[in-house]
């Protein structure tokens, strides 16, 4: 929930940073995983296309759009497709905005797939990515006292979600538990400019709750709100940001 509501507020702020208020978007999230943010922003007037790859994953996300009022799923589209391979499914520049949150880590070759990404996009277009931070995998094992496992992640950029089998929005439950990449923010500051979507801003999203167990009940509403705004905070400040489990980056293309 509570990475959820962070990169919701992240991603809000960075749409009404670059669109009127009011304009209906045509945005892609490649990797929807249940379809979290698919949804949050249909339900906010937005046309949605979702790609998943997973079909477990695929038949969660129509079970949960079939609830939804029928002006919601008339504007939403499910497409059954793996995020390497949007330019079989779309015309490039189809999309003002492409969400692209926790499926990174899973493949070996990003670049590539970034490039597709950045072509779906229309001028001006942002692409929005959440991947687990390279640069901080020490933090959660040394934090939980597993100091072999510290010292093995200042020297991988490897990591295990089996610690938090539901870290990332996009995985199918089929990869839950296999070691897969982290990403480190010069690299992909580097690919995104490389790719003509340029960095233009970046978060770190849960700096103070990643220990915190899968399952665990939220709080009374005013230490969930104070919760909330410490971890914004810190997402949006140096140097807590750059330890957080998780970066959240948006680029725009030229």
Not at 45 to 55: C, F, K, Q, V, W
Request: net charge negative; aromatic share 4%; with cysteine.
């Amino acid at each position: 929930m509570v990475r959820q509501e962070l990169v919701a507020r992240q991603l809000d702020e960075q749409i009404a940073a670059r669109y009127p208020v009011g304009q209906r978007l045509r945005i892609l999230d490649v990797g929807m995983g249940q379809g979290t943010q698919a949804l949050r922003l249909a339900r906010a007037g937005h046309s949605l296309t979702g790609l998943e790859s997973d079909p477990e994953m695929l038949r969660t996300a129509h079970e949960a759009l079939a609830s939804e009022p029928a002006g919601i799923r008339e504007r939403f589209r499910l497409i059954e497709g793996d995020g390497r391979e949007t330019g079989v499914h779309f015309l490039p520049g189809s999309f003002d905005v492409v969400l692209c949150h926790g499926v990174l880590m899973y493949v070996e070759e990003p670049d590539a797939m970034l490039a597709g990404l950045a072509r779906m996009l229309a001028p001006g277009g942002l692409l929005s990515l959440l991947v687990r931070n390279g640069d901080a995998l020490a933090m959660r094992p040394g934090l939980a006292g597993d100091w072999p496992g510290a010292l093995a992640a200042f020297e991988s950029d490897a990591y295990s979600p089996k610690l938090s089998a539901s870290l990332e929005q996009g995985a199918p439950p089929s990869s839950l538990g296999l070691p897969v990449r982290a990403d480190r923010l010069e690299d992909l500051t580097a690919t995104l400019a490389g790719i003509a979507a340029p960095l233009q801003a970046w978060y770190g999203v849960r700096v103070f709750t990643d220990l915190v167990p899968n399952g665990e009940e939220l709080p009374p509403a005013d230490e969930l709100e104070r919760l909330l705004a410490a971890e914004d905070r810190a997402g949006r400040t140096e140097p807590y940001r750059r330890v957080a489990a998780l970066l959240h980056l948006c680029g725009v293309r030229g």
